[in-house]
T-cell receptor, first 115, second 112 residues
Framework: QQQVRQSPQSLTVWEGETAILNCSYE??????FPWYQQFPGEGPALLIS?????DKKEDGRFTIFFNKREKKLSLHITDSQPGDSATYFC??????????????FGHGTILRVHP | DPKIIQKPKYLVAVTGSEKILICEQY?????MYWYRQSAKKPLEFMFS???????DNQTASSRFQPQSSKKNHLDLQITALKPDDSATYFC???????????FGAGTRLSVL
């Protein structure tokens, strides 16, 4: 059972455009949502994260929008740069008071930014 | 310099054999994890260790055994390898209870 879904599978934008990556989840107990960025040959690296008490989190050109009622979130990358070309993973975890490091990942969105 | 070292980067094994994947972290973290990424599935949590003790195990098979000889080491022994075990195995670390996981570059395992 896939608990975290991402769309689209791949996305191509031009340099300077805004890329929008979507994520949805099923488990209502999820309350922490990190996005990871992965370049070929490397491990995933935390990009930005949000908890369920917020509806928006911004960090430079990266913004997460979160809709708890619909169980959806999106990552907006403004002024996209060729260096942003990577795979982006949406993940989720639940705060049980004893985080065990278990994250549930989506399949990822491959982003290509053309110069 | 990479702070989480995984060795080897690539590994080819024959069905039925046994392999050990190595992971060392130099971030001063007290928790380490193994995740698996296969062609058809997203990154999957396998194990978490804190202070060299198993905290969570989400693998269904006993063929996967983590081994922690030092607090900054968490190796993964896989026995009786099957072609379905082919995947990239990622080691990660964090402070226990923290939400930011740091991942290594992975070991890509191919089982023929």
């Amino acid at each position: 059972q896939q608990q975290v879904r991402q769309s689209p599978q791949s996305l191509t934008v031009w340099e300077g455009e805004t890329a929008i990556l979507n994520c949805s989840y099923e488990d209502s107990t999820f309350n922490y949502f990190p996005w990871y960025q992965q370049f070929p040959g490397e491990g995933p690296a935390l990009l930005i994260s949000i908890s369920s008490v917020s509806d928006k989190k911004e960090d430079g050109r990266f913004t997460i929008f979160f809709n708890k009622r619909e169980k959806k979130l999106s990552l907006h990358i403004t002024d996209s740069q060729p260096g942003d070309s990577a795979t982006y993973f949406c993940a989720a975890s639940e705060d049980t008071g004893a985080n065990t490091g278990k994250l549930t990942f989506g399949h990822g969105t491959i982003l290509r930014v053309h110069p | 310099d990479p702070k989480i070292i995984q060795k080897p980067k690539y590994l080819v094994a024959v069905t039925g054999s046994e392999k050990i994947l190595i992971c060392e972290q130099y971030l001063g973290h007290n928790a380490m994890y193994w995740y698996r990424q296969s062609a058809k599935k997203p990154l999957e949590f396998m194990f978490s260790y804190s202070y060299q003790k198993l905290m969570d195990n989400q693998t269904a098979s006993s063929r996967f055994q983590p081994q922690s000889s030092k607090k900054n080491h968490l190796d993964l022994q896989i026995t009786a390898l099957k072609p379905d075990d082919s995947a990239t195995y990622f080691c990660a670390s964090s402070q226990w209870g923290g939400y930011t996981l740091y991942f290594g570059a992975g070991t890509r395992l191919s089982v023929l």
